[in-house]
């Protein structure tokens, strides 16, 4: 019975390429939307940070201001890169190496276990699309296909 279900359930390859690309534009939202969020909201998330344990920590890495122009620069240039399946995991990986000291220096605090389970969720999509790359209609698959012209 458990295979008639999944069976069912499985979807056709036209439908699995369309989820692929659900999937890349998806994940890519929350980092383009933070990420002007770190312009828009930059004060309001430096107080927030300002009331972190870890400000000192923080402060010792440098500039929070900074930090936060520089995570927002990442989010939105890689999250539209990864939106469009465009150096899919590289844009990943940069996304994710950026997000993991947010995470850590953002929401491992009291009251902070919400967004800390959401980011690692995110993390784990993440390292999916590192892991497959840009999948149906990403511009990694168009170059693939296309031959590079010999020098």
């Known amino acids: 019975m458990l295979r ?4 069912l359930l ?3 390859q036209r439908w ?3 989820a692929e690309l659900i999937f890349r534009a998806f994940t890519s939202l929350i980092f383009i939307i933070g990420g002007l969020g770190h ?5 309001m998330m430096l107080d927030r940070m300002a009331g972190s344990p870890w400000r000192d920590t923080v402060n010792s890495i440098g500039d929070p201001s900074v930090l936060l122009w520089l995570s927002g620069a990442a989010f939105v240039v890689f999250g539209i890169a990864l939106a469009l399946g ?3 995991r590289l844009s990943a990986l940069v996304i994710l190496v950026t997000l993991i000291p947010i995470t850590f220096f953002t929401h491992v605090a009291p009251g902070g276990t919400g967004p800390l389970f959401k980011n690692i969720a995110i993390m784990g999509a993440l390292i999916l699309l590192m ?3 840009g999948g149906a209609y990403s511009i990694d698959l168009v170059r693939e296909r296309v ?3 010999r020098q």
Do not use: E, N, V, Y
Request: no cysteine; net charge positive.
């Open 16 to 18: 699995s390429r369309i």
């Open 147 to 149: 031959p590079i012209a």
């Open 86 to 88: 465009l150096m899919t």
């Open 10 to 12: 499985t979807p056709s």
């Open 39 to 43: 312009f828009g909201r930059h004060q």
């Open 4 to 7: 008639s279900i999944d069976a």
């Open 131 to 133: 892991a497959k790359g």
